[in-house]
């Protein structure tokens, strides 16, 4: 060859090879400029319809693009801890699993400017849910508690007042027998006793060992004495309902569809707690209240400010009045909102309006425990619970069951 045509041909080779590194360079820099410029989203298993309105918004006001990815909420804590860099920059959880995701420093304090928001737009009862150790860390969008259903055929709304005029007139059914300490433990709330603590923060802060906690555990027995108490188990509740066994039990809106098709539509009630005597006091029966958060992880972003800050821009979305509507119209998720609590949609459906008032103050509810330690309780606690009711433990051990229950949870880690 010719040192011309190896010139031209050598030439050839170095821009060749110029524009393949330019051209690889520049894809490069296209993909990392996207994926810097893409959020990934959790919602909710069943959700991610009812979230695209919502999303094509915040895409059009803020140039990010969303990933919208549907996830279970009760695995959330597990899936972001096992990966944050790799796991969604906004995800939804319950309430509960906040305390683990800050202690483990997964996520952080919500920037002021949303604070003030959560705290003006949302019931006082949500924002206590969505914070840890008197900050801020979510965004609160629904909440959830269980609720009195009754048939309306054999129980008046004047029947409710009670637990006593209920059993007397009718019938009430509970699962004590294999407790659920999700449904029975607050029992213990309603005389008054805490669980770890008055906000629920104080991992040495439960002190069910004393004569109420005693008295609750003494009414639990006694109600295998009660004409109007009918011991039911998880799968014959509905049935039981159904067949006018039971005239009332008490559960969460997932049990609405189920309960409304056991009794009917016109006689199916849905009611607040009712009052409830434990050791010669009268006191109102509470529950714990649930509240469902988004969050924002920010370790996908890398330290890049701006799509942290645009990451707390979405949950803010997904949090607001107008989504919170959407979520109620098409999920039937109970607002945490208090303009849109007030709405006439959500006054005129009598779960929501019940929800609400249950929810609406630490009369009704008590905003379930955010520490680690909250899996200790409900095995301890439901062992303890089944336990008084069958009869393997003698009243005169209860006192020292629950002192070593208050230690065991208090030593739990």
């Known amino acids: 060859m010719k040192s011309w045509q190896k010139f031209i041909a050598s030439s050839a080779s170095v821009v060749l090879a110029s524009t393949l590194l330019v051209t690889y360079g520049s894809e490069q820099v296209k993909a990392e400029s996207s994926s810097s410029k893409t959020i990934k989203l959790w919602v909710p298993t069943g959700a991610k319809s009812s979230y695209k309105k919502t999303v094509k918004k915040f895409e059009k006001d803020s140039g990010y693009k969303v990933k919208i990815v549907e996830s279970e909420d009760p695995k959330a804590q597990e899936k972001i801890k096992k990966d944050a860099s790799t796991a969604a920059d906004v995800f939804s959880l319950p309430h509960d699993q906040l305390g683990q995701l800050v202690e483990s420093g997964t996520i952080q304090e919500v920037p002021s400017k949303f604070t003030k928001e959560i705290k003006a737009n949302d019931t006082e009862q949500a ?10 860390y979510g965004f609160p969008f629904g909440i959830e508690s269980q609720v009195l259903y009754y048939n309306k055929s054999k129980l008046s709304a004047e029947d409710l007042a009670t637990y006593e005029t209920i059993t007397s007139k009718s019938t009430f059914g509970g699962t004590f027998k294999q407790a659920n300490a999700y449904a029975t433990g607050p029992l213990f709330l309603s005389v008054g006793d805490t669980l770890f603590g008055k906000d629920g923060e104080d991992a040495k ?61 016109d006689n199916l009630g849905v009611a607040v707690y009712p009052k409830i005597t434990i050791g010669g006091e009268s006191v109102q029966q509470k529950a714990f209240l649930g509240v469902k958060l988004y969050a924002v992880n920010q370790a996908p972003a890398k330290g890049n400010t ?19 509507k959407n ?18 949609d959500v006054q005129s459906n009598e779960l929501a309006k019940t929800v609400i008032k249950m929810g609406s103050s630490s009369d009704y509810t008590v905003v379930m425990p955010k520490l ?34 208050d230690k065991d949870i208090a030593e739990a880690k």
């Open 127 to 136: 924002v206590l849910g969505a914070q840890y150790k008197g900050k801020t």
């Open 372 to 405: 680690s330690q909250m899996g200790t309780f409900w095995t301890e606690s439901a062992a303890i619970l089944s336990d008084a009711y069958n009869g393997k433990i003698k009243e005169s051990d209860y006192l020292s069951k629950l002192k070593q229950f």
């Open 205 to 265: 802060g439960t002190n069910w060992g004393n004569d109420k906690g005693v008295a609750v555990l003494k009414w639990i027995a006694d109600q295998k004495n009660n004409k109007g108490f009918v011991s039911l188990d998880a799968n014959n509740v509905m049935s039981k309902f159904g067949d006018g066994s039971v005239a009332s039990f008490e559960s969460g809106p997932w049990d609405y569809s189920a309960a409304e098709k056991a009794v009917g539509k």
């Open 306 to 324: 701006k799509r942290i800050a645009a990451s707390y821009k979405l949950a803010s979305y997904l949090t607001n009045a107008d989504s919170q």
């Open 327 to 344: 979520q109620f119209k098409t999920r039937n998720i109970v607002p945490a909102n208090k303009e849109v609590q007030s709405s006439s």
